[in-house]
C-alpha cells in the first residue's frame, strides 16, 4: 500500500464522508419536487427498487476500485486495467464529470447560502403567496452580484476544508456537519408533521397511485439514484481510495445507502404535510424549495427561525457534497501532477467557480442564451446528470463484472471482511455482472428515445 497517501483517521471517518458526499442538494431540492411531480408514494417505491437493485451494488463496485488501486480515478482505472487506453479514458470522464457537476452546484448551493442570509434579514416576512416569493427568487437569482458573491463564498468553504486533507478537512467537517444535519431535519420534521391538517401529506407519501408510474418515471428515478448516491463520477472511489485494507466496504456501503435514503425519505415527511396542509401543490418543480417553501414559514408557528433552520440545513448538506467533487478533481491533478494538495485545491477550486458563471448568469443575463432548447445551466445539468453519470455507472459495472473479472474482484472484496456470507457475494455478482448493465443500458436509450 501506497504509504504516503492519507488514510481516514476512523472507520466512521469514511462512512460519514461517503454519506455526506451523497446526502445533497439532490435530497433536499431535487428529491421532493420528484416525488411531488411523479406520483408520490409510488415514485418512492420505485425509487427503492432501484437504489437496491443499482444503486447498492453499484456503490460497492465503486469504492471497491478506490480501496484496491489506492487512487484517484484515472490512476485506479490505468493500474487496475494494465494501462488499457479505454478504461483511462472512463477515469477521465469521471473527473470532467465532477468539474462539470461542481460547477453548477456551486451555483445553488450559493443560492441555499444567500437565502440563509435573506431569511435572517426578514427579506420573505411579508410575502404571502408563492409567485411573489418566485419573483423574489428570479430577481435575486438574476442579480448577478447576489448570485457570485454568494457561490464565490460557497467555494471559498468548499476549498477551505478540501485545503486541510483527508482527516483534518474532509473527516473533520463531516464529524462535525452530519450529526448537526440530521438533529436539524428531525427537528424539521417533528415541526412538519405535528401541524394541524398534515395528515393528507403524510398520506400522500405512504399510499401509492400506481398509475403515474411509465418509462420517463422509471428514468427519472434511476437518474435520481445516481445523482443522490453521488455514483458514477468517482467521488466513492476517491474516497473508497483513502480506505486501508481492514476496513468493511460492504458493510460501509450499506450504511452509507440507507443514511442517504433516510434523509431523502425525511426530507419528504419535513416538506409535505405542512405543503399540504396549507393547501398548496405538491407538483411545483425544481422551485418548490426556493418559492414555495419560504411562503410555507410564514404561516407556521416558529416560521422566521424554522426558515432560518431550513436554509442552514441545505447548505451544509452542499458544502459535504461539494467537498467530495472538489476532492475529486484535487486527488486527481495532487496524483497525476505532483502539485501539492494545497496549491492544486485552490487553482482548482478557482477555475471551477469561473466554469460556474455562465451557470450563474443562466437565471439572468445569459437567460435567453439556449443551447437545443436548454439554458447554459440546464445543458450541463442534464449531460452531466442524465447521461454521464449513468454512462460511468455502466462502465464501472462493466469494469468490475467482466473486464477486471470476478475472480481478481471477490478476494479483494473479502479483504477486512472474511465473514462476509457466501450468498451475499453471489448476489452481489449476479447483480453487478447482469442486472445492473442491462438495466441502466435499457434505460438510458429509452431516455435517448431509441427504444
Ligand atoms: N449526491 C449529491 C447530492 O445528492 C450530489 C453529487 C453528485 C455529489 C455526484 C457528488 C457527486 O446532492
Given at each position: 500500500?501506497?504509504?504516503n497517501?492519507e488514510?481516514?483517521g476512523s472507520?466512521i471517518g ?7 458526499s451523497?446526502?445533497?442538494l439532490g435530497n433536499?431540492?431535487r428529491?421532493p ?12 417505491i420505485?425509487y427503492l427498487?432501484?437504489?437496491v437493485l443499482v ?5 460497492i463496485a465503486?469504492?471497491?476500485i478506490?480501496?484496491?488501486?489506492q487512487?484517484?480515478?484515472?490512476g485506479?482505472?490505468?493500474?487496475l486495467?494494465?494501462h488499457?487506453?479505454?478504461w483511462v ?9 465532477g ?6 452546484y456551486n ?12 431569511s435572517?434579514?426578514g ?7 408563492p ?7 428570479d430577481q435575486?437569482?438574476?442579480?448577478w452580484?447576489?448570485?457570485?458573491f454568494f457561490?464565490a ?7 477551505g476544508?478540501i485545503y486541510f486533507?483527508?482527516i483534518?478537512?474532509i473527516e473533520k ?5 452530519l450529526p448537526i444535519l440530521f438533529l436539524?431535519i428531525?427537528?424539521l420534521v417533528?415541526?412538519g408533521?405535528t401541524?394541524e391538517g ?5 398520506c400522500?407519501?405512504?399510499?401509492p397511485?400506481?398509475s ?10 434511476f437518474g435520481?439514484?445516481?445523482f ?5 463520477m468517482?467521488?466513492?472511489l ?15 456501503a450499506v450504511?452509507?445507502v440507507v ?6 425519505l425525511?426530507a419528504?415527511f419535513?416538506?409535505?404535510?405542512p405543503l399540504?396542509a396549507?393547501?398548496?401543490k405538491p407538483?411545483?418543480?425544481p ?6 417553501l419560504?411562503?410555507m414559514f410564514?404561516s407556521?408557528?416558529?416560521?422566521y427561525?424554522?426558515r ?5 440545513l441545505l447548505s451544509m448538506?452542499?458544502?459535504t457534497?461539494?467537498?467530495s467533487?472538489l476532492?475529486v ?16 485545491s485552490?487553482i ?13 448568469l ?5 437567460e435567453?442564451?439556449t443551447?437545443l432548447?436548454?439554458t447554459f445551466?440546464q ?5 452531466s446528470?442524465?447521461?454521464f453519470l449513468p454512462?460511468g ?7 468490475v463484472g467482466?473486464?477486471w473479472?470476478?475472480?481478481k474482484a471477490?478476494p ?6 472474511v465473514a462476509?456470507?457466501g450468498?451475499?457475494v453471489?448476489i ?5 455482472r447482469?442486472v445492473?448493465p442491462v438495466l441502466?443500458l ?8 431509441i427504444?
Open positions: 500500500m501506497d504509504n497517501r488514510h481516514w472507520k469514511f462512512i460519514l464522508a461517503a454519506a455526506g451523497a446526502i445533497g433536499i431540492w428529491f419536487y420528484l416525488v411531488g411531480e411523479n406520483g408520490g408514494a409510488a415514485f418512492i420505485l427498487l432501484c437504489v444503486g447498492l451494488p453499484l456503490v465503486e469504492i471497491l478506490g480501496r484496491t488501486a487512487k484517484n480515478p484515472v485506479s482505472f490505468r493500474e486495467s494494465n488499457n487506453p479505454f479514458g472512463v477515469g477521465v470522464l469521471g473527473v470532467l464529470t468539474l462539470m457537476i461542481l460547477s453548477y451555483v445553488v448551493a450559493g443560492w441555499s447560502l444567500g437565502y440563509v442570509v435573506e435572517a434579514r427579506s420573505f416576512q411579508h410575502i404571502g403567496d409567485e411573489k416569493a418566485g419573483i423574489l427568487f435575486l437569482s438574476a442579480s452580484t447576489w448570485s457570485l457561490s463564498c460557497f467555494m471559498m468553504f468548499t476549498i476544508i486533507g483527508v483534518q478537512g467537517a463531516s464529524k462535525i456537519m436539524l428531525i427537528l417533528i415541526r408533521v401541524l398534515a395528515r393528507a401529506g403524510i400522500y407519501l405512504t399510499k397511485d400506481f403515474a408510474i411509465n418509462g420517463k418515471t422509471a428514468l427519472l428515478a435520481q439514484v445516481f443522490s448516491l453521488s455514483l458514477g468517482g467521488a466513492l476517491t474516497y473508497g481510495s483513502y480506505m486501508t485494507k481492514n476496513e468493511k466496504i460492504v458493510s460501509s450504511s452509507v443514511l442517504n435514503t433516510s434523509v431523502s425525511l419528504g419535513m416538506i409535505f404535510p399540504l396549507l393547501g398548496m407538483a411545483q418543480g422551485s418548490l424549495i426556493f418559492n414555495i419560504p411562503v410564514n407556521i408557528p416558529g416560521g427561525f424554522f432560518i433552520i431550513f436554509f442552514l448538506a452542499a458544502l457534497s461539494t467537498i467533487l476532492e478533481i484535487t486527488a486527481f491533478v495532487v496524483d497525476e501532477f505532483r502539485l501539492s494538495r494545497k496549491k492544486a485552490v482548482l477550486g478557482g477555475i471551477v467557480f469561473l466554469l460556474g458563471v455562465p451557470s450563474a443562466s437565471a439572468g443575463r445569459l435567453n442564451f443551447i432548447k436548454l445551466f445543458l450541463v445539468d442534464f449531460i446528470a442524465n447521461i454512462l455507472g455502466i462502465f464501472i459495472a462493466l469494469f467482466w473486464f473479472g470476478m475472480k471477490i479483494n472484496l473479502l479483504e477486512g471482511s462476509l456470507p450468498f451475499i453471489t452481489w455478482s449476479i447483480l453487478i447482469f445492473a441502466i435499457l434505460i438510458f436509450l429509452n431516455s435517448l428515445g427504444i
